[in-house]
């Protein structure tokens, strides 16, 4: 924490259950930023990786927020904006 911002580091993953299909994620979400805490415009951005698991069906999905392009895997970008960038990836169990 600064004097006008903060950041936020989550470091573990939440779980989500899906209903009928019974389907369990993992995911860990992007860090946090936080600014214009005491003057200036009020900002809230997503940074660094963000990652999907989905276990059952081996599939691994990749984000990327921020200035940080650096992919886990090279692979053809699937989702391309300015900040942000991603893909789905088949993996081994």
């Known amino acids: 924490m600064g004097i006008n911002s903060a950041y936020s580091r989550i470091p573990s993953c939440l779980g989500l259950k899906l209903h009928p299909s019974e389907k369990v994620y993992k995911i860990k979400m992007p860090d946090v930023e936080l600014g214009g805490l005491v003057y200036g415009k009020r900002t809230l951005r997503l940074a660094g990786k963000g990652y999907v698991v989905d276990q059952t069906d081996c599939l691994f999905a990749e984000v990327s927020f921020g200035k940080d392009k650096k ?8 989702v391309n904006d300015a900040n942000l960038y991603g893909g789905v990836f088949k993996v081994k169990p």
């Open 71 to 78: 992919r886990v895997y090279e692979a053809k970008q699937k």
